[in-house]
């Protein structure tokens, strides 16, 4: 029988960073990690945990609490309400394209007043922030709205209030807010003075002026910037020779959006260092991840959560571990940490 | 999310028309909830891990067997379904009953089916039972050509089957809506599945049976047939198909306006009464 040989075992070459750095993560324990964010300063929002259900892909309140464990999020941002009802057009609202999926809901909703009537209580009982997605379509009519919110804020545990720059402006002829920095501004602008609650302006990674209007709302009076507004989209319909959607152009969700939505976010940050709920087509803890290293001080899930409701546990549980590996306690650490010195 | 997910193991692979597949799952435990008009939400990863839950209409329900089929819906950009790929054996994640059942009025005894190749995995299941249970049943296929109908065979003897094709292929040569006037008035009970085109003609023959005139020779009204306390479908309930969403009824990803306010299909469809509600669109 020949001799045996020796196994050659590898042994990594330690630096001494390398070595620092692992005493120090045993020292960490993700457990321990702080994942609590107060975003904004002079209106501040404080998240328990920095993940957030978008406006929409859950609804009003009452069915959220069935479908996901709200303990595992910072903040349900409830979907669009507007002063009046809207109708949300015709069949089909939501279609399949690669990649994705495409709807065009318009933002129907039954008016503020129903929806507060019907789901208020759910918002009170719920076991994180609730902040309300506001939808006008003129200036005047934000401010309405507002005020009409704002008399049963308190009372229904209101905590923030979000004005989607992604809705449609009469003044536009019916184009997005986004599309222009200096309408957008003006809506923050009377936003800011008809409430003293934290606000939040949700844009796409499809606004124009993304820098001007990411550096100039903080001036305007807003508290954080959600940089996860659905871009457009449009799909024909191969065999009915038709678009796909009812409405013609519908807003895109999924994976296809995740690369633009990374890099609106890394513009929003860099140009003016606001705190930005990031989102878009973030579907694993791994995609969360990268939302924070692209500047994102929270993360924003959407309709991810339908095929996976047990996402919001499992990216805490992911941003605790990455906190403890860098060998900090807060999940701020994260921010940024992909921009370098490259970013602009 | 809404209903628990259950494991469905693939058991086969079929075709109710070219290009419309259908999978077989055994899902014992999903079997004894599920009824004619569900469907059920399959969940799956697709390419770069994004998992979508599909609605696929229940078109079949196999109880000795523990089983349940159901057909994959067309998609609106002509790809290939990921779903038709899956290998006998596998297993995935299904989500249901998504929907409420068909409602049938106890009363009904001859029951009209009206439906193109979209509609007939929506009401496949219908006709089975509507058969086992002692109703008579017509079922009004369109086409364009013969070779878009789905098999005789998908359906029990009993059913009646008559066939309108655009092209003159086999049976009536044009649609179903020239045929429609002979059956509106011999069914107790209509149900239409399928594209605006059928839809429309159903919808249509539905108002003129509604203003045809019953008073009989004597002057008094002709007696309908007796309905029970419990009869309240309208007569005729129009299937609309819808693909993807929540199911839970959030997203109004698939909200349809009716005379009674707003119809999420996930939970209140996907039968709605066709009189009473704006169905407009593809879907």
């Known amino acids: 029988m020949p001799p045996r040989k020796r196994a050659k075992v590898a042994v990594p ?11 120090l993560n045993e020292r960490i324990n993700p457990l321990t990690v702080d994942l609590a964010v107060t975003l904004g300063t002079e209106h501040a929002l404080r998240l328990e945990r920095p993940i957030v259900v978008a406006s929409g892909p859950l609804g009003f309140g009452n069915e959220a609490g069935g479908a996901i464990d709200l303990r595992d999020v910072g903040l349900f941002v409830v979907r669009g309400i507007s002063l009046r009802p809207r109708y949300g057009g015709q069949m089909p609202r939501l279609v399949e394209v690669p990649g994705g999926l495409m709807h065009a809901v318009s933002r129907e909703n039954p008016g503020a007043d129903e929806v507060m009537d019907r789901h208020g209580a759910s918002w009170r009982s719920a076991p994180c922030a609730v902040a309300l997605s506001l939808v006008a379509t003129s200036v005047k009519e934000l401010a309405q709205l507002i005020a009409r919110v704002e008399r049963r804020a308190d009372e229904l545990g209101i905590v923030a209030l979000e004005v989607d720059l992604t809705a449609p402006c009469d003044d536009l002829d019916g184009s997005r807010w986004e599309v222009s920095a200096d309408e957008a501004l003006r809506l923050i602008d009377t936003a800011r003075g008809a409430t003293d609650r934290p ?24 508290d954080v910037l959600s940089v996860s507004g659905s871009p457009h989209g449009f799909l024909p319909d191969r065999a009915r020779r038709g678009p796909a959607l009812a409405a013609g152009i519908g807003e895109l969700s999924g994976p296809l959006v995740r690369p633009a939505a990374l890099a609106a976010i890394a513009v929003a940050f860099g140009s003016s260092g606001a705190p ?69 | 999310m809404g209903s628990t997910p259950v494991a469905g193991e693939l058991l086969a692979i079929g075709e109710l028309a070219p290009g419309r597949i259908t999978l077989e799952f055994r899902a014992p435990a999903l079997i ?38 159901v057909a994959l819906q067309p998609r609106a950009d002509g790809g290939q379904d990921a779903l038709a790929g899956l290998r006998i054996g596998e297993i995935i994640e299904l989500i249901g009953p998504i929907g409420q059942p068909i409602l049938i009025n106890k009363a009904t005894m001859r ?161 709605v009464d066709a009189l009473g509600s704006q169905i407009t669109g593809g879907a």
């Open chain 1, 199 to 222: 606000l939040i302006a949700k844009v796409s990674s499809a606004a124009n002026e993304l820098r001007r209007l990411a550096s100039e709302s903080l001036d305007a009076g807003i």
């Open chain 1, 276 to 344: 930005i709920i990031g989102g878009g087509g973030l579907g694993s803890p791994a995609d969360a991840l990268d939302a924070f290293a692209a500047g994102a001080s929270a993360v924003s899930l959407g309709t991810a959560l339908w095929a996976d409701p047990r996402l919001p546990g499992a990216v805490g549980a992911s941003l605790r571990r990455a906190v403890a590996a860098r060998g900090e306690t807060s999940v701020l650490a994260l921010r940024g940490s992909a921009l370098g010195s490259r970013h602009e």
């Open chain 2, 111 to 271: 029951l009209l089916l009206i439906v193109d190749g979209e509609g007939f995995a929506w009401v496949r299941a219908l006709a089975i039972a509507a058969t086992s249970a002692g109703i008579s049943v017509t079922m009004l296929q369109q086409a364009e050509t013969s070779g878009d109908l789905p098999p005789a065979s998908l359906l029990p003897d009993m059913v009646e089957i008559v066939v309108a094709t655009g092209d003159g292929s086999i049976g009536h040569r044009g649609g179903v809506a020239d045929l429609l006037a002979e059956y509106v008035s011999w069914a107790d009970q209509a149900i239409v599945a399928g594209g605006a085109e059928i839809r429309a003609a159903a919808t249509s023959a539905a108002y003129r049976r509604r203003t045809v005139d019953r008073t009989t020779a004597s002057g008094k009204p002709a007696r309908a047939r007796t309905a029970s306390a419990g009869d309240r479908a309208p007569w005729l309930q129009a299937l609309l198909s819808h693909e993807i969403g929540c199911g839970i009824g959030a997203c109004g990803g698939c909200t349809v306006a009716s005379r009674d306010g707003q119809v999420r299909l996930c939970r209140e469809g996907p039968a």
């Open chain 1, 13 to 23: 070459r330690t630096t001494g960073t390398t070595q620092a750095a692992e005493q």
């Open chain 2, 32 to 69: 004894a909830s599920l009824r004619p008009g569900h469907a059920l939400h399959v969940v799956r990863p697709e390419s770069g891990g994004y998992r979508l839950r599909r609605v696929a209409p229940v078109s079949r329900i196999d109880l000795l067997r523990g089983s349940v089929e």
